[in-house]
C-alpha cells in the first residue's frame, strides 16, 4: 500500500500474470495440494484489485487478498505423510514336536477298545497341528498287552486303531490321509512276559508326515 499507483498497478499486474499462468498449469492443475486453488484464488483478487485502480481506487481488501492469495500460491508444497510400513513378521517358527516319531499316544483300559476321557488332550492336539506343523498323512497302528492269544488281540489292536482314526476324523482334520495299522502284542512299548497285562502296552500310537 506505500507504493504509489504505477508502482502498485505494476505489482498487482505481476501477481495476476502468476496466478493466471499457474492456474493453465499442468504441474498446478493436477498438483495434491491447494495452489492450484490458490492460483485461482490470486487471478480473480488480483482482477478485482486491478479493476479498482482503473478509477484510482485503492481497494485494500482485494490488495491484501491478492497478496495473501499469491503467497500461498507460491509455498512449498508439503511432502505427503510418510506412512510407516511395519517390519514384515518373522516366518513361523515350525514347533520341534512336529517331526516327533510318535506324535501321539492314546491308552486304553483292559480288554476294550473305547476312547478314555483323558484321551482328548492328546486327540485335540494332534488335530490342532495338522495345520501349524502341516502334516499330510498319519499312520495310526493299535497295540495290546501280552495278556491274551496272538489271535484275540490283533484285532482288538485294530479295533482301537479304527476308534483313534473316528475320533481324529471328528476334530476337523481336513483331508489328511490315513493309514491304519494293529500289531496286537507283537510289537510292546514295554517288553514283559507273556501273559502280562500292561497299560503302557495297550495303546495307539499316531505318527506324521
Known amino acids: ?14 501477481r495476476y500474470d502468476a496466478g493466471l499462468a499457474a492456474s493453465l ?8 495440494d491447494p495452489r492450484y486453488l490458490w492460483a485461482l484464488e490470486t487471478k480473480v483478487q488480483c482482477a478485482i484489485a486491478l479493476g479498482f485502480m482503473e478509477s484510482s481506487t485503492r481497494d485494500q481488501t482485494s490488495i ?21 510400513i511395519p517390519p514384515p513378521q518373522p516366518p513361523q517358527r515350525r514347533p520341534d514336536q512336529c517331526d516327533d516319531d510318535i506324535v501321539g ?7 476294550s477298545a473305547n476312547i478314555r476321557p483323558d484321551a482328548a488332550s492328546t486327540l485335540n492336539t494332534v488335530a490342532q497341528n495338522v495345520t501349524v506343523c502341516g502334516w499330510t ?10 495278556a491274551g492269544s496272538d489271535a484275540y488281540n490283533l484285532p482288538l ?13 471328528g476334530r476337523n482334520i ?3 490321509q490315513i493309514e491304519v495299522g494293529a500289531q496286537g502284542e507283537s510289537n510292546p512299548r514295554v517288553p514283559l512276559p507273556d501273559g502280562t497285562r500292561s497299560p503302557q502296552n495297550r495303546r495307539v500310537e499316531i505318527s506324521a508326515e
Not at 498323512?137 to 501280552?146: A, P, R
Open 1 to 14: 500500500m506505500a507504493l504509489n499507483d504505477s508502482a502498485l498497478t505494476g505489482e498487482l499486474t505481476t
Open 25 to 32: 498449469d499442468d504441474s498446478y492443475i493436477a498438483a495434491n
Open 64 to 84: 491484501s487478498n491478492c497478496a495473501r492469495a499469491y503467497d500461498r500460491m507460491n509455498e512449498t508444497p508439503m511432502a505427503p505423510p510418510v506412512t510407516m
Open 105 to 111: 499316544m492314546v491308552f486304553f483300559d483292559f480288554d
Open 137 to 146: 498323512s498319519f499312520s495310526v497302528v493299535g497295540h495290546t498287552d501280552q
Open 157 to 169: 489292536s485294530r479295533a482301537r486303531a479304527d476308534a483313534v482314526v473316528a475320533a481324529l476324523r
Open 174 to 176: 481336513g483331508n489328511v
